[in-house]
């Protein structure tokens, strides 16, 4: 049996039963009811957030502030971003996103403009996620009359997407990954003087070796053999495309305070040397 513990809203409770609690949203739910209240969830209008503790009571306290209709939209943004990358995201985003949408609808209401530093890089280097945030604008337009977001915000909102697909405990930013992905590329564009076709396979492949090594040296997870058998046959094969992988390992050891292995900028020359011969 399910009773009400709190009622956040009229329209949003949060509700427990022997063993765990949900925040339930339906229309209306909460009118006139008091905590300790035993309550039946309709099949066909519920909606269940089951989050970690520390989640669920950031959120039951965000929702005790603002509308229920700003969970309600996030909830429509994951379930199409799930369908669309045809994967689950974690939970988290049911708290990251519902208070971001209230802040961003909040600045535009005030035009106070924000602006997002790394909006081409997430644009660029996620696209999928970044479709979804505009497919999120198209939400939010229609849920709350007369808020336009900016085109800005997609990103914003996909970087939200690009977290929420990462594991739990991994600690993953996004837009950080995003600017080194940009820079890493702005360097080997000049040391290479290639300008590769953005529509290609093989820039293609190399955005996608750029994500994973942000992925791997923002969660301390890069590759360190001891076997320098790949780096030695670079540096005599292809030695301009190590020396391009090498200037950017110095970039990060100046931007990061932190250094990469032999393997990893090894494997970043292969990838350096097949896009700058595929431009």
């Known amino acids: 049996?399910?009773?009400?513990?709190?009622?956040?809203?009229?329209?949003?409770?949060?509700?427990?039963?022997?063993?765990?609690?949900?925040?339930?949203?339906?229309?209306?739910?909460?009118?006139?009811?008091?905590?300790?209240?035993?309550?039946?969830i309709k099949q066909d209008s519920q909606i269940f957030v089951q989050l970690s503790q520390t989640d669920r009571n950031q959120l039951a306290e965000l929702l005790s502030e603002i509308p229920a209709g700003y969970l309600e939209m996030t909830q429509k943004i994951v379930a199409y971003a799930e369908q669309q990358l045809n994967t689950s995201l974690n939970e988290h985003i049911y708290l990251a996103l519902t208070d971001h949408l209230h802040f961003a609808i909040e600045r535009f209401r005030k035009n106070m403009i924000i602006t997002n530093r790394v909006f081409w890089e997430l644009k660029t280097f996620y696209p999928k996620e970044y479709q979804i945030g505009k497919k999120a604008l198209e939400i939010v337009e229609q849920e709350i009359?007369?808020?336009?977001?900016?085109?800005?915000?997609?990103?914003?909102?996909?970087?939200?997407?690009?977290?929420?697909?990462?594991?739990?405990?991994?600690?993953?930013?996004?837009?950080?990954?995003?600017?080194?992905?940009?820079?890493?590329?702005?360097?080997?564009?000049?040391?290479?003087?290639?300008?590769?076709?953005?529509?290609?396979?093989?820039?293609?492949?190399?955005?996608?070796?750029?994500?994973?090594?942000?992925?791997?040296?923002?969660?301390?997870?890069m590759l360190d053999s001891s076997d320098d058998f790949l780096y030695a046959q670079m540096e005599k094969g292809y030695p301009k495309a190590l020396a391009c992988a090498e200037k950017v390992r110095t970039h990060i050891i100046k931007e990061?305070?932190?250094?990469i292995s032999n393997e990893e900028v090894a494997y970043l020359a292969v990838h350096i040397q097949r896009l700058a011969s595929r431009e």
Not at 5 to 27: C, G, R, T, W, Y
Not at 168 to 192: C, N, P, S
Request: proline content about 2%.
């Open 1 to 40: 049996m399910l009773y009400i513990k709190k009622v956040l809203n009229s329209s949003v409770i949060l509700v427990a039963d022997e063993e765990e609690e949900f925040i339930v949203l339906e229309k209306g739910i909460g009118y006139g009811r008091r905590p300790g209240e035993a309550v039946e």
């Open 145 to 221: 009359g007369g808020v336009v977001l900016p085109e800005e915000e997609a990103a914003n909102i996909a970087f939200h997407i690009v977290n929420a697909q990462k594991e739990e405990k991994v600690q993953y930013d996004a837009m950080r990954a995003a600017k080194l992905i940009g820079r890493v590329i702005t360097l080997v564009t000049y040391f290479m003087n290639c300008q590769p076709d953005k529509e290609s396979i093989h820039y293609s492949r190399f955005l996608s070796h750029m994500q994973y090594f942000a992925e791997r040296f923002f969660t301390d997870r």
């Open 256 to 259: 990061y305070n932190k250094g």
